[in-house]
């Protein structure tokens, strides 16, 4: 699976951005598709992660309420829509994808999933 992000960029505190990421191959709605940040300094962190079928997502505590992860099997894409931004909330941001069920989002915290897209940087101005 190869993954392709887009869409990051420079937005003001309070500010709007919707990622989007591109995958390959013929299996995509078979795939567990997620998003992970890293900002400067600090770990990688899970952000949000959506089932096969986009019936089951889950976000990590600080997102929730703000960020939606949404995908279309027909187009073989994945989006984060990711609304009232923070300056916290820049960082590196990476599409992922994991060929095994759903899980928690304290597994993909800790044990990442198996396909690393390029990432697409947002920045957040206070």
């Known amino acids: 699976v190869q993954l392709q992000a887009s869409g990051g960029g420079l937005v003001q505190a309070g500010g709007s951005l919707r990622l989007s990421c591109a995958a390959s191959?013929?299996?995509?709605?078979?795939?567990?598709m997620g998003w992970f940040r890293q900002a400067p300094g600090k770990e990688r962190e899970f952000v949000a992660a959506i089932s096969g079928s986009g019936g089951v997502k889950s976000y990590v505590d600080s997102v929730k309420g703000r960020f939606t992860i949404s995908r279309d099997n027909a187009k073989n894409t994945v989006d984060l829509q990711m609304n009232s931004l923070k300056p916290e909330d820049t960082a590196v941001y990476t599409c992922?994808?994991?060929?095994?069920?759903?899980?928690?989002?304290?597994?993909?915290?800790?044990?990442?999933?198996?396909?690393w897209g390029k990432g697409t940087q947002v920045t957040v101005s206070s």
């Open positions: 992922t994808a994991d060929a095994s069920g759903f899980r928690s989002g304290t597994y993909y915290q800790g044990n990442g999933m198996d396909y």
């Open positions: 191959g013929r299996t995509f709605s078979r795939h567990v």
